[in-house]
């Protein structure tokens, strides 16, 4: 087994001072994201945002994409935050859309079920009990399955596995999909989705991770002999280089897994893949799209800052008071929160229907580059709540 190195937390100085991040900012922050929440709630109860807005503005779509959930996620945690049952409402219609997605298997052929269902059916099973609810996340749950493959012990990304661009192809962003998977052997008793993903994360610890402790995007495996093939990138800047939502993903992945595992090799693992992302943030917290950049005219991607920050506040928690670390992360959380409120909201930007400005869908493919994403307001808010309460994960 290959040693994945840790570098540290270069910027110590930086990272032992605690952001004056007030309770009051917090709320703050948290009403400009409710009353966005209110201008699109009326336009997005039974169309969703497209994943990334154009000019600033998210398209309306029916509920086609890997994002719809996002939004979805939002207003649950803005039911939570205010207990206002015109979020709830709007998020139960929704519902409806997820069972027949699931049902007629509308764009399903994706590891993305995860995100799609943990932040609608399972969250609102978690908040409401809604029976109807926990029964479409099951049914979410088992077409993940289809995708797993026993041999490699992966979850394929995309397509199916005839398809030549995608058989085989496991990507770091699926650790964050896995949860769904764990929370359905807790509900049915039933071991088989539990061992799927324990199995996927140990295969993304193995291949994906890199020595440096840096992420490859995707990585093929050969289904049917179970060997590792080679790393490539799909929205990074070079298959050799470290898409930063990747590694972010990977920030918030691994704890989660730990959450329902109890693995301790996973919190150590996350450490040295927050590092490495850390050590690369400018001055502002803010990571270029790719942390290859580390300054110059390159554009920032604030959503891999948004879910860094939610992954540092998970896998601090888990850290003992004797490990440095847990401060300094919880520090770091601050520190990009603190940045991304004050310089990169839509505050100054009426005509915009997003959250967060400046995060990058795909560079590579020219889309969604400088606009908003749907999960980046997403965990934007997420990481608000974390600093304001004692928030009980939809993962
Ligand atoms: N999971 C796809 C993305 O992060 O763009």
Redesign the pocket.
Known sequence: MKEVRDEGIQNVTKYEQRPPLTKEFCEEAIAFILHKIDQNLETFTYKYPA?ASESLVYPALDNVE??SSFWTGMLWLAYEMTGDEKYRKVAEIQQESYKKRVDERIHTGTH?LG?LYTLSSVAAFKLTKNEAAKETGIKAADLLMERYFEKAGIIQAWGGTDDPENGGRM?I?CC?NLPLLYWASEVTGDPKYHQAAYSHVKQAEKYIIREDASSYHTFFMDIYTGKPKFGQTV?GYSDNSCWA??QA?GIYGFPLSYKYTGEYGLIELAQKVANYFINRLPDDSIAYWDLIFTSGEEERDS?SAAIAACGLLELSKYLPLTNNNKRLYENAAMHIVQSLAQHYTSMNNPESNGVLLHAV??KPHNKGVDEC?I?GDYYYFEALVRLVKDWDLFW
Do not use: E, K, L, V
Request: no cysteine; aromatic share 30%; glycine share 6%.
């Open positions: 994943p890997w994002t993305d995100f990507i962003d964050m929205q939502r990747g993903w959503s869908y795909a994403n999960w």
